[in-house]
């Protein structure tokens, strides 16, 4: 938390806080306010996550609460579980590359375990094209700022394309994926 202040609250307005219960971004009440991501239950994955949504969101999305998002809750059908995965791909890419910097391991979020079967091999393998695709063309700029200060903290390189690619194909070598 204090490492988000440091890199984004002068600028943005905005804090990280601790939740007891399901992720929320809330945009201040008045110009003067704070902007609050807060993130659930004080859980580590969940602050990187929350934090990936905010760097992607645009100026007009952090003036709406959850930036204007749709949420459908656990149980959805095929075509709700697409769209979902869709929009998920590119915030948890960025959780990825922060898991990276913190030296941590990642691993993606389906959030439907009430719903219909999912394929976490196929979503896990979108999630990283795109991560892969951030490395290639570049990072979005909150995102690269908070991630390099991840790094810098904990101590861990720069993810390098290359070695990203390469430790996919090992884990899918080794699960038996071709």
Not at 117 to 140: I, M, N, W
Request: net charge negative; aromatic share 12%; with cysteine.
């Amino acid at each position: 938390m204090e490492l988000f202040h440091q890199c984004f609250y002068h600028e943005f307005r905005t804090e990280l806080v601790a939740g007891d219960d399901e992720p929320l971004y809330r945009p201040a009440s008045d110009a003067a306010g704070t902007h609050q991501i807060i993130f659930a239950h004080g859980f580590f994955a969940s602050a990187l996550h929350e934090i990936a949504h905010w760097c992607i969101a645009g100026e007009q999305r952090r003036q709406l609460e959850d930036y204007g998002y749709w949420y459908e809750p656990d149980g959805r059908n095929a075509a709700q579980q697409a769209q979902f995965e869709q929009v998920e791909r590119k915030p948890q890419a960025l959780e990825w590359l922060f898991a990276r910097c913190v030296g941590i391991p990642f691993q993606v979020s389906i959030d439907n375990l009430g719903g219909i079967e999912v394929d976490r091999a196929a979503f896990t393998d979108a999630v990283h094209q795109q991560l892969c695709s951030y490395l290639a063309k570049g990072v979005p700029p909150r995102a690269e700022r908070f991630a390099r200060a991840l790094a810098a903290h904990y101590q861990q390189p720069w993810p390098q394309l290359d070695h990203v690619r390469a430790e996919r194909q090992q884990k899918r070598q080794l699960q038996g994926v071709a």
